[in-house]
């Protein structure tokens, strides 16, 4: 198949908490893999992405890296503020140039 | 310099209204997305733009009409809409469309309501 698996939420953590959000992927081939965050009423910003496999893609503290192995591109954070709070969609490319998105994943940080 | 702009930033119309949305990047990418976003759920591609020529099409409905005046623009017209088609449009640009691991740079959207 040719889909994209995020962890569902919504994730609720506390300020400085460790941040996890899984994404797994399906695809034939190498496909890059992306991370997007949209916050409240906003659209999508580019957050990390990684083209090849043990790529690792860093961007305001997050990094996720590319495993080719698992087929898996974890987005994580050691430290998360108040400000992180925002639906971040996982996502990777096609030979259509479409981009396939996870359902994404809301993440609450509470002071 | 990623940006991607559109207006209007919001949008009410009626059902029998006509509008358009635009869509500007100025970053030299010759592909240009609109995708729709309802509340909660990842986007959905609805027009793919290929060196100014229409190079996906998803099945959308004929009341939705893109258009790409040149490499920079994008708009989409809008006639004729249902309730349904409330959403947030996202416009979408990425430099070489013969690529398959291009970065797609999205703007604000435009969040229509039709009433």
């Known amino acids: 198949g040719n889909s994209v698996t995020q962890m569902e939420g919504p994730v609720t953590l506390s300020e400085e908490a460790f941040l996890t959000i899984n994404c797994t992927y399906t695809a034939t081939g190498y496909p890059s893999l992306f991370w997007y965050v949209q916050y409240p009423g906003e659209g999508l910003q580019l957050l990390l992405k990684?083209?090849?496999?043990?790529d690792k893609g860093s961007n305001k503290g997050f990094e996720a890296t590319y495993r080719k192995e698992t087929t898996s591109f974890h987005l994580e954070k050691g430290s998360v503020q108040v400000s992180d709070s925002a639906v971040y969609f996982c996502?990777?490319?096609?030979?259509?140039?479409?981009?396939?998105f996870g359902q994404g994943t809301t993440l609450q940080v509470k002071p | 310099d990623t940006e991607v702009t559109q207006t209007p930033k919001h949008l009410v119309m009626g059902m029998t209204n006509k509008k358009s949305l635009k869509c500007e990047q100025h970053?030299?990418?010759?592909?240009m997305y609109w995708y729709k976003q309802k509340a909660k759920k990842p986007p959905e591609l609805m027009f793919v733009y290929s060196y100014e020529k229409l190079s996906i099409n998803e099945s959308v409905p004929s009341r939705f009409s893109p258009e790409c005046p040149n490499s920079s623009l994008l708009n989409l017209h809008l006639h004729a809409l249902q309730p349904e088609d409330s959403a947030l449009y996202l416009c979408a640009s990425s430099q070489d469309p013969g690529t398959t691991y291009e970065t797609q740079y999205f703007g604000p959207g435009t969040r229509l309501l039709v009433l």
């Open positions: 990684a083209t090849k496999a043990d």
């Open positions: 996502a990777r490319s096609s030979n259509t140039g479409k981009l396939i």
């Open positions: 970053m030299g990418h010759r592909a």
